[in-house]
Nanobody
Framework: QVHVAGSGGGLVQAGGSLTLSCTAS????????MAWFRQAPGKEREFVAA????????YYADSVKGRFTVSRDNAKDTVYLQMNSLKPEDTAVYYC???????????????????WGQGTLVTVSS
């Protein structure tokens, strides 16, 4: 059974850091792009960051560029989102997602991801 699970959320003060992790199991992790999306209360889900299957290409939303870093460890079937200089507006439920097709990436489009984790809450206090 294919499964994607994110973790690492919590409460942090503005300016602080947090690292999210996401583990995918049940298929060849290293063939699929991975991404992070987030959804703040009352808002639509939005793209945060993505990484290609090899890790050679990364993509970021303008709002997090320079503060967040996406990476992956294919040996551990895990993707990470390192979040620095957090702001209250980063408060949201963060979802990891796995690409729907192997060796393919349409980084910014949620429909290109076929598997989603359950979400992990990040709260940034001012």
């Amino acid at each position: 059974q294919v499964h994607v699970a994110g973790s690492g959320g919590g409460l942090v003060q503005a300016g602080g850091s947090l690292t999210l992790s996401c583990t995918a199991s049940g298929r060849s992790f290293n063939k699929y792009a991975m991404a992070w999306f987030r959804q703040a209360p009352g808002k639509e889900r939005e793209f945060v960051a993505a990484i290609s299957w090899s890790g050679g290409n990364t993509y970021y939303a303008d709002s997090v560029k320079g503060r967040f870093t996406v990476s992956r460890d294919n040996a551990k079937d895990t993707v990470y989102l390192q979040m620095n200089s957090l702001k209250p507006e980063d408060t949201a439920v963060y979802y990891c997602a796995a690409g729907a097709r192997p060796y393919s990436i349409d980084a910014y489009t949620s429909k290109s991801y076929g598997l989603w984790g359950q979400g992990t809450l990040v709260t940034v206090s001012s």
